[in-house]
């Protein structure tokens, strides 16, 4: 089939949009249910991460794909909202089917809608709450609201503690530069072992090939450390430059025993005549060399990442060397302290550079990697919601509050718009009520009920209440005074993505087929999405996605 044509295809792809709405909003809020994903390689993750769950699904419809991209977007610009954007937008489009069908035109549709999130713009500005950047409580209550749900409350509050802190450590001036913050993930311990350390973190055995064990001779930690840092490897092969040496007779054997001490000795002597106490090689150094350097109390790091290398320049003054017979006192640097620390099955080097230099880490444990992986997903958005905050100093009240309030304001200024548009903001007022029945079902409260109750509190004035489901039983009450508190611009930026994504879907009314690569359906099948690398375990008929490809 060619493709669909007029109101078929938008009926599809509404339809289509939709079902992804409805797959996910199973997930929204702290009592969202946890999806199980596998992939085609068998990897398994649990989560209830809006983001996480649509990176990972294998979406085969472009209409659903267009509602994931924008998901996504979110994702990486306010770090939080993904599953909020994709189920207002399922909202948007079931109002506007509903308006297809009473004859409304489309464009007015969009028209109203675009209307409305114009309208939500302003208000927002107005519902904000300020928050002082210094109070460590309302920056713990931020971070709570964007991890509840993921984990159980005692570890959300623990890493809420964790991420305010790590946020702490890098801060300058109300600044958060995300930059000075590394996220280790290193498995095989638990949630609670997690902490924030100053300084840089740097994987010592990762990826060596060779298994590490600690040199009795090397102390543990050095103070004020000088540091060199060489871009190059500390083997053989650099000196001799070809790999294979081909060794016939005893002679040439000793010949060559001889010249490898001398160039050993040579890689050793340009290090400790630079005063090193540790070197961090961007390549790997032969075992001797290690060996003759912690003889001489330098701690050797091989296969350092070329971002490290450059982020302990930053840390420590140091320029990296393209190969250790350029290295002179000159480009070694200076460390506060650096410390080798054992971490279960990975061993680390902690460089802490000293006042100054603002470079924290925060050493992610916890179950297998893929938990960890999870965890510092979450916790990365976290980061994002924090670092706004600080930045901003405003937020809006969750937990449904804010778009109770948003709703009831537009159904008030729709009266002031003349002509058609006017249904239109009325629905998209309805669309986004879904959030708060959405958590209110969540909850296990009565949908209908929770709404009529608030719109209640909210027509009295009381425009911070909202669902509360910090506790086991789920109620209405005060979000404010319970801290679900979220940056203004996590819900503004859903807001507006949804209704981009709706309008682009109501708008459309034909889908040309660029590609055609099956006759019998309708659907791009083999269309690959670039954030997918998984099919989702669903229980649903497999639309609009595959089923574990
Ligand atoms: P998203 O992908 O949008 O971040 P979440 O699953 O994190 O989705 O759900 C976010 C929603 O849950 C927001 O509306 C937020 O205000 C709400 N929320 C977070 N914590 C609470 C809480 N303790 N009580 C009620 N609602 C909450
Ligand atoms: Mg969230």
Redesign the pocket.
Known sequence: MQGLDGRDAQADNIAAARALSEAVKT????K?LDKLLVSSDGTIVVT????SIVDRMEIVHPAADSIVDVAAQQDSQVG??????IVLAGALLAEAESLLETGLHQTTIARGYTLAADRVRETLSELAISVDPDDDEQLRAVA???I??KWDREASEFLAEKTVAAVRAIERDEVVDLKRLTRKVIPGSSYYETEVVDGLVIDMDSSSTTPVSPDPDSPDTFEDATVALIDDQLTIETASGQGTVSLESPDDRHEFRKYEREVYDRYVGRITDAGTDVVFCQKSIDDTVRHLLAKAGVLAVERTRQDELEKLGRSTGATPVGTVDDLTDADTGVAHRVERRDLGATEVAIVDGGPGVDQASLLLRGGTQQVADEAKRVVDGCFHVLSRTIGEGVVVP???ATEVALAQDLREYETDVSGREQLAIESFADALEE?PRT?AASGGLDPIDTIVELRASHHDGEQTT?????SESARIGD?VE?G?L?PSAVTER?IASATEAANLLVRVDEVVAVTRKDDDHGHDHDHDHSHGHGGVVEGTDGYPWALGH
């Open positions: 997930t929204l809020g702290p969202g209830n991460d809006g983001a939080d909202g993904t599953t909020s954007t709570r609201t964007a509840t749900g969750g937990g449904g959030i958590l909202g669902l509360r489901l910090e979000v319970a679900v979220q859903a």
